[in-house]
């Protein structure tokens, strides 16, 4: 007879704060999943401080270093796309806490690798794979986390999850600062700050040995997985995800609204070091200072603003769980997305110096609040034999489509520039290309009006 026991994922339910719901094992799998996330974005963001200078050591010179960053880009969204499909795939089939592991370990090393990069092609090589072990971790952790805990819990801490990767990307910042420091000092040679960030990326590979001794799989999973093979139902497949016509108009609607979220942060939200760090030369140089001191007040200005803008990030996402259970899903999405048109748009045209450094915070808020739905969101929209699939099929198939945001906002700018005769206007048509691409956000209220809302219904079986 089948034991009654409840399941780590079905025990300790409160109608208290959510936060009382949880048992310490469900305590182990929130931070274990908000770390590989937290440690994931951190890779990300230092990808972006780093990309400038990278591009600027690594290219021959009289090459736009721009241009190349926004090549960089799209081949490592694209190797994000790839992971994210495989692994979410893999973690559905294979279990979650396993290839979590796997993807964990992936991006630390090749992160690492990029700091010995010769020249722009095996850099761009190295962030194809970074790009793979990043793009499996979110749909995984998402849905460890939603397979664990109990469904009072679910919503808050998969909204913190995203929250919580602010300090991922804060500490890029901060690492940004202090190299900058180093550089300006004559501490370390001006122009290598960059390695040192990649190899700051490979610390996460000390998380993989934790995740491997500590995590089960979701006893919810494991009933999934034995429930697929009795019925010969393929778990983790893509067929069964888009064979069924509930789970594929959701999966494709679910797509449209990520690459939305995703080429709006990735194509111009996070070129925003570009638009500071010229604005902050321009300002450091009529200042009288030297070049030497340019390049680290360069480096310092450009982890400020990295730091400000998380901390807007983080938060947008916790601000955006409280409307997500106040409101609905639809309701704070169709919000965020306005919002984050019009805050991306506002600080490309207006940013001119440090005192407009708030700006930055309200364009984070704005951009990632998005992400922080997705959290919460995407596993509501799919069973579980499907929700690592389903979550990753909406979050990286967008990215293929996102991967084609930097090409076309640097042939944008590219054409701008093409008229310009002075720094001034090159940096104008900088603003007028990221500007004008932020209407993809509006492109979101598209595919959020069509899906359902979930708000207070149980995971769909």
């Not at 990309?51 to 190349?68: E, F, V």
């Not at 009795?230 to 893509?238: E, F, L, N, P």
């Not at 690592?388 to 945001?405: D, E, K, L, P």
Request: net charge positive; charged share 10%.
């Amino acid at each position: 007879m089948p034991s009654k026991e409840a399941s780590p994922s079905e025990v300790g339910h409160s109608s208290g704060p959510w936060w009382r719901a949880m048992t310490p094992y469900h305590w182990l799998v929130f931070i274990v999943a908000s770390m590989a996330w937290m440690f994931d974005c951190l890779d990300q963001q230092l990808f972006l401080l780093a990309r400038g200078s990278a591009m600027k050591a690594l290219l021959p010179p009289g090459t736009d270093p721009i241009t190349y960053a926004g090549y960089a880009t799209s081949i490592f969204i694209l190797g994000w796309a790839t992971g994210g499909l495989i692994f979410g795939a893999l973690g559905d089939r294979h279990g979650r806490a396993r290839m979590l592991t796997i993807t964990v370990l992936i991006y630390s090393v090749c992160t690492g690798l990029s700091a010995f990069s010769q020249g722009w092609l095996d850099f761009a090589l190295f962030r194809f794979l970074t790009g793979l072990g990043v793009g499996g971790v979110f749909g995984l952790a998402v849905a460890l986390v939603a397979d664990t805990l109990p469904d009072s819990a679910r919503t808050s801490a998969l909204g913190l999850l995203q929250a919580l990767s602010g300090i991922g990307n804060i500490t890029a910042g901060i690492v940004s600062m202090y190299l900058g420091h180093l550089e300006g000092t004559g501490a370390i040679v001006p122009g290598t700050a960059w390695k040192y960030m990649f190899l700051v990326g490979a610390i996460p590979a000390f998380l993989c040995v934790f995740i491997q001794m500590r995590l089960k799989e979701p006893e919810k999973w494991v009933r999934a997985r034995e429930a697929s093979r009795a019925s010969g139902v393929k778990a983790g497949s893509y067929a069964e995800l888009l064979g069924n016509p509930r789970w594929r108009g959701r999966a494709f609607l679910g797509m449209l609204m990520c690459a939305s979220a995703v080429v709006g942060l990735w194509s111009i939200g996070f070129f925003s070091p570009e638009l500071v760090g010229d604005v902050m030369a321009r300002s450091l140089a009529a200042e009288g200072m030297s070049e030497d001191q340019i390049a680290g007040g360069k480096t310092f200005w450009i982890g400020v603003n990295s730091i400000v803008q998380n901390i807007g990030a983080m938060a947008g996402a916790l601000y955006f769980t409280s409307i997500c259970q106040r409101i609905g899903r639809r309701p704070a999405f169709a919000m965020a997305f306005v919002a984050a048109f019009l805050a991306t748009a506002g600080f490309f045209q207006f940013f001119n110096g440090r005192g407009d450094i708030w700006m930055s915070a309200v364009m984070g808020a704005c951009q990632v609040a998005i992400f922080g739905g997705f959290a919460i969101y995407l596993p509501e929209l799919f069973p579980t034999s499907l929700r690592s699939t389903g979550t990753s099929f909406c979050y990286n198939v967008g990215r293929f489509i996102a991967a084609t945001g930097p090409f076309t906002m640097g042939s944008l700018q590219a054409a701008l520039k093409a008229t310009a005769t002075t720094p001034e206007a090159k940096l104008i048509a900088f603003r007028t290309a990221c500007s004008a691409m932020s209407v993809v956000f509006l492109l979101g209220l598209v595919a959020i009006a069509l899906l359902p809302e979930t708000k207070g219904r149980p995971l769909p079986e």
